[in-house]
C-alpha cells in the first residue's frame, strides 16, 4: 500500500527428408475450388485481409458424437484453407490426447503435433491450445466453468492474431460433463461458426432418419449454447450404405436448412493400426531398418515362438491361400523374444534376398533383461538400410501382445501416407464449397461478453488511467481494487486514513500494496485550498462561501470528485455502500460540461451471447421528447466507442403505427428528432422489446426492411420506471451481467455502482471509467484541430 503524501506527484508433398511440406500458393485443380476460394477471399477482403468484410474468420469443429474420429476432417480442412490462405492456424480450447512417448513431440496434443508436421505451422505448440485437460477437469469439477471460458477465450485471442484463418477443435476429453454442451459454449464464447461432425464409427447399420434426427438434436443443443451452427459433415460412414446414407441425409437436412457438406466412408487404411503407431504405444526403440518404413499398416500379429523353419512354412501356406482366393499377400507383425536370434537372422534374411515371405517389422521383447547378441548384431547393421524395421521393447512377450491389441488406429505426426490418405478421402467426398460458401456469407457483427470485456480490459491496458475508489472500508471493494492493480487496468487510489484503511484490509486479507491511499480528512492537506477554491468557484451560483466548502469536501464523494475535477484523477467508481443520489450529486454539482450537455446513463447488459445498451435507467424520471432524443444520441455514441455497433431503438409499448397514446407521442416525435439530428445513426421507434431484439418477431411485427428491427444494440427507454425495471428484470431473470450505470453528459467520468455489486461489477464499471476518460481526452485533443479546421 503506497501512502499518498499531499504534495501530489496444399496437399501434402513428402520431401527427400519426409517432411511435408504445402504449397499454398499453387492453384487449386478444381475448377470449384477457384469460385468458392474467390469468393470466400472476396467476402473476407482478400487473403490476409483478417477477417475484414464480415466473413467468418474462424471454424470450430465438434464431433457431436462424443468420439474422437476428428482427424480426417482436420486434415482436410487445413489442407483446403492452406492453399487459399497463407496464414492458417489450429487452436484446442482444451489440449487433448498428449501423445506419451514421442521423440520429437512428447506430451503434445496428438492433433497439434500433427497438424503443425504435416503442414509445417510456425506457432509454438503452448499457443495452440487454452488449459491442458488435467487443469480444465479441474477447474469445471470445482464449478468454476467461467474461468475456464475466460482463460481459454484469452489464449484464443492471443493466438488468432495475424491469422487468415483458424479451424479450432471442440474439446474430446473424457469425464467433464456433456461435451456437447460445453463446445457450444465455447464456440459461442470464441464467436466461431461450428460445423457437426458425426462419427459413424459404432454404427453397423444406420439410417439417413437417424442420422437427421442426431443432426437435429445436436444443432439444437449447440444453439442453445448460442452457437451458430454452419453444417454437418459424417466421418466412418459404411461403405455398403455410404451412397444412399448421404444422399438421403443431404435431402433431409437441405429441408431443414442444415447444409450437409459429404461424409468419408469408413476406411481400412486411416482404421489400421500401423507400425509406428505400436511402436509409440510399447515404448519400443527402432534397431535396425528405417523410420519412414515403419509408417506402414499392421494386418494381423503373430508370435513366434515355434521352431523357425516350421513359422516360415507356415508364412508361404498362408499367402499360397491368400493368393488362391484372388487376396494380397499379408505382411504380419511377427512378435519373438530378444532371445531367438535364429528367428531374426531367418526372417531378415528372407526380406533381403527378396524370396520372402515378407513381414511388416519384427518386434523383440524382453530387451530389459536381454541383449542381441554381438555376431548377429554386426551383421545385421551391415544390412540396416535394407532390413525390414525392427524394434525391441522391455516389456514380456505376452504383455507386448496385450498392449498392441489394445492400440487405438489414429494418425500420428510421422503417419505420412495416412494424412496423405486422409486427404484424398476428404477431397474426394467432403463437398469443401458448402463449408466455405457458408464462412463466406457476410457475418453480422456480434459482441460477446467475453469479447466485450476483454477489449475493454485491452483499451484500459494501453492507456492506464486513475481512478478514485472513495469507499475503502467495503471488503469487495478493497478486493477490485487489488485485482485492478494486479491486471495492470487502472492506477487506484483509496480514499480514507492509511492505518485504518491498511488494517480493514488484513482483516479482509487483501494485497492492497499496489494502492494509494489518501486521507480526505487530513486538514493539514497543503492542496486543499485548491480544492476549496474550485469548489467555490464551481458552486459560485450558490454563492458557496469558505467553511461551506470545507464541509462539503468533509464528503468522501465530494473529495474524490474535486480530485477528479482538478484532474489529480482521472474518474470516480462509488455507491458500494453509498446511495446512488450521494454518488452523483457532487458530479451534477462540479462536473457539468460548458455546453449543459443533458446528464444520463446507460447499462452495459451483457447478456449470453450479446451484449446489449440499455438508457436511461439510472437518472431521467421523465424525460421530454427532446430530452429522450439526446439521450439516444449520446447513447448511441458511448455504444459506438466501446466497439458496439450502434442500432438504435426507442422502446414503447407499441410498434409503429399500432398503437396511440401520449407516451407513444413522444417516443414517435424523439425518433423524428433523432433522425433529424443524426441521419448517420440507424434508428427505429417506437417499437417493443420483443419487435426490437428477435428477428422472427420482428418480421411479424415491422413492415418492410429495418435496420434495426430485431436487431436492436441500443435500447432507449421512455422513462425511468420503465428502464430501471426493465434491466433489473432481465438481469436477476437471465443472469446477465449489468455493467453501470454509466453516467453520459459529464466533463469528466463518475460512475454509480448498485449497492448489491460484486467484486467483478467493481471491476467492470473502473475498466469502463478509465474507457469513458480515454475518449473524453481523445476528444479534448480533437477539438482544437477541429476548430483550426473550421
Excluded at 487452436?91 to 498428449?98: C, E, K
Excluded at 501416407?417 to 477431397?427: D, G, R, V, Y
Amino acid at each position: 500500500m503506497r501512502r499518498l503524501q499531499w504534495a501530489w506527484a496444399s496437399r501434402l508433398v513428402k520431401t527427400e527428408s519426409g517432411v511435408l511440406s504445402k504449397p499454398w500458393t499453387q492453384s487449386s485443380s478444381s475448377p470449384a475450388s477457384y469460385l468458392s476460394a474467390a469468393a470466400f477471399s472476396a467476402a473476407r477482403g482478400g487473403a490476409g485481409g483478417g477477417g475484414g468484410g464480415g466473413a467468418a474468420d474462424s471454424l470450430f469443429c465438434t464431433n457431436v458424437s462424443g468420439l474422437k474420429g476428428n482427424s480426417p476432417i482436420l486434415i482436410g480442412l487445413m489442407d483446403y484453407f492452406s492453399r487459399h490462405m497463407p496464414h492458417v492456424g489450429f487452436f484446442q480450447p482444451i489440449g487433448a490426447d498428449p501423445l506419451a512417448h514421442s521423440a520429437k513431440y512428447n506430451k503434445l496434443p496428438k492433433h497439434i503435433a500433427m497438424l503443425k508436421e504435416a503442414f509445417n505451422l510456425p506457432d509454438e505448440p503452448s499457443r495452440m491450445s487454452g488449459v491442458k485437460a488435467e487443469e480444465a477437469q479441474m477447474l469445471l469439477a470445482s464449478g468454476r466453468t467461467e474461468e475456464l471460458m475466460d482463460r481459454v477465450f484469452v489464449r484464443y485471442q492471443e493466438y488468432k492474431q495475424g491469422k487468415d484463418m483458424v479451424i479450432v477443435e471442440g474439446t474430446t476429453v473424457d469425464g467433464i460433463g456433456n461435451l456437447v454442451e460445453l463446445n457450444g459454449r465455447f464456440a459461442a464464447e470464441l464467436d466461431c461458426p461450428v460445423l457437426m461432425i458425426m462419427d459413424l464409427h459404432r454404427d453397423d447399420q444406420v439410417t439417413a432418419a437417424e442420422l437427421y434426427n442426431r443432426a437435429m438434436i445436436a444443432k439444437q443443443d449447440l444453439q442453445a449454447e448460442h452457437a451458430d451452427v454452419l453444417g454437418v459433415v459424417l466421418n466412418k460412414v459404411p461403405k455398403r450404405d455410404h451412397a444412399i446414407v448421404c444422399a438421403q441425409l443431404s435431402k433431409k437436412l437441405a429441408a431443414a436448412g442444415l447444409p450437409f457438406a459429404g461424409g468419408i466412408p469408413a476406411d481400412s487404411t486411416i482404421g489400421t493400426a500401423r507400425l509406428n503407431e505400436i511402436a509409440q504405444e510399447l515404448e519400443g526403440r527402432l534397431l535396425y531398418g528405417t523410420a519412414e518404413d515403419m509408417d506402414c499398416n499392421v494386418d494381423e500379429v503373430l508370435i513366434c515362438a515355434e521352431d523357425v523353419s516350421l513359422f516360415l512354412e507356415k508364412l508361404v501356406m498362408r499367402n499360397a491361400r491368400q493368393l488362391r482366393h484372388g487376396e494380397a499377400a499379408t505382411r504380419p507383425l511377427v512378435l519373438t523374444t530378444k532371445d531367438r536370434a535364429d528367428v531374426l537372422l531367418s526372417l531378415t534374411a528372407a526380406h533381403v534376398t527378396g524370396t520372402g515371405p515378407h513381414v511388416a517389422g519384427i518386434i523383440l521383447t524382453d530387451s530389459a533383461e536381454r541383449a542381441v547378441s554381438s555376431a548377429t548384431d554386426r551383421i545385421l547393421m551391415h544390412f540396416s538400410d535394407q532390413l525390414v524395421p525392427v524394434i525391441d521393447t522391455p516389456s514380456g512377450l505376452f504383455e507386448t501382445a496385450r498392449v498392441i491389441a489394445s492400440v487405438n488406429p489414429g494418425i500420428l505426426p510421422e503417419s505420412y501416407s495416412k494424412i496423405t490418405h486422409a486427404q484424398e478421402l476428404f477431397s474426394k467426398y467432403v463437398d469443401t464449397n458448402a463449408i466455405a460458401s457458408q464462412l463466406a456469407l457476410p457475418k453480422q457483427a456480434k459482441m460477446t461478453p467475453k469479447a466485450f470485456i476483454h477489449n475493454i480490459q485491452d483499451i484500459c491496458r494501453s492507456q492506464m488511467q486513475h481512478i478514485v475508489l472513495p469507499e475503502s472500508a467495503d471488503r469487495r471493494v478493497l478486493a477490485a481494487a487489488a485485482e485492478i492493480v494486479k491486471k495492470g487496468l487502472a492506477r487506484i487510489t483509496l480514499l480514507g486514513k492509511p492505518s485504518e484503511v491498511e488494517a480493514c484490509a488484513t482483516k479482509f486479507n487483501v494485497d492492497i500494496s499496489g494502492c494509494d491511499v489518501l486521507d480526505f480528512l487530513d486538514t493539514s492537506n497543503p492542496l486543499l485550498e485548491r480544492y476549496v477554491g474550485e469548489l467555490m468557484e464551481a458552486r459560485k451560483e450558490k454563492q458557496l462561501g469558505r467553511d461551506g466548502a470545507l464541509d462539503l469536501l468533509a464528503d468522501l464523494n465530494m473529495f474524490g470528485t474535486m480530485m477528479v475535477r482538478t484532474g489529480d484523477a482521472d474518474g470516480m467508481v462509488s455507491g458500494a455502500t453509498c446511495t446512488t443520489a450521494n454518488t452523483i450529486r457532487p458530479a451534477l454539482q462540479v462536473l457539468k460540461t460548458p455546453q449543459k450537455t443533458l446528464v444520463s446513463s446507460i447499462f452495459f447488459m451483457c447478456l449470453p451471447d450479446k451484449v446489449l445498451v440499455y438508457g436511461d435507467c439510472a437518472v431521467n424520471v421523465e424525460p421530454k421528447a427532446e430530452e429522450l432524443a439526446q439521450i439516444a444520441t449520446v447513447s448511441a455514441d458511448t455504444a459506438a466507442a466501446f466497439g458496439i455497433s450502434p442500432r438504435v431503438a426507442l422502446m414503447s409499448y407499441s410498434t409503429g403505427s399500432s398503437g396511440s397514446g401520449p407516451q407513444v407521442e413522444k417516443v414517435k416525435a424523439a425518433t423524428a428528432l433523432v433522425k433529424e439530428a443524426r441521419p448517420d445513426l440507424l434508428v427505429e421507434g417506437p417499437i417493443q422489446y420483443d419487435a426490437a431484439v428477435d428477428p422472427v418477431i420482428a418480421a411479424q411485427k415491422i413492415k418492410g426492411d429495418s435496420d434495426v428491427a430485431g436487431k436492436a444494440t441500443v435500447c432507449i427507454f421512455p422513462d425511468l420506471n420503465t428502464g430501471n425495471n426493465t434491466y433489473k428484470a432481465v438481469q436477476q431473470s437471465t443472469g446477465a451481467i449489468a455493467i453501470g450505470p454509466l453516467m453520459q453528459g459529464l466533463a469528466k467520468p463518475v460512475n454509480d455502482l448498485s449497492r448489491g455489486c460484486t467484486v467483478a461489477d467493481i471491476i467492470n464499471t473502473v475498466a469502463c471509467t478509465a474507457v469513458q476518460a480515454i475518449g473524453l481526452k481523445r476528444q479534448q485533443k480533437l477539438q482544437p484541430d477541429v476548430a483550426a479546421a473550421a
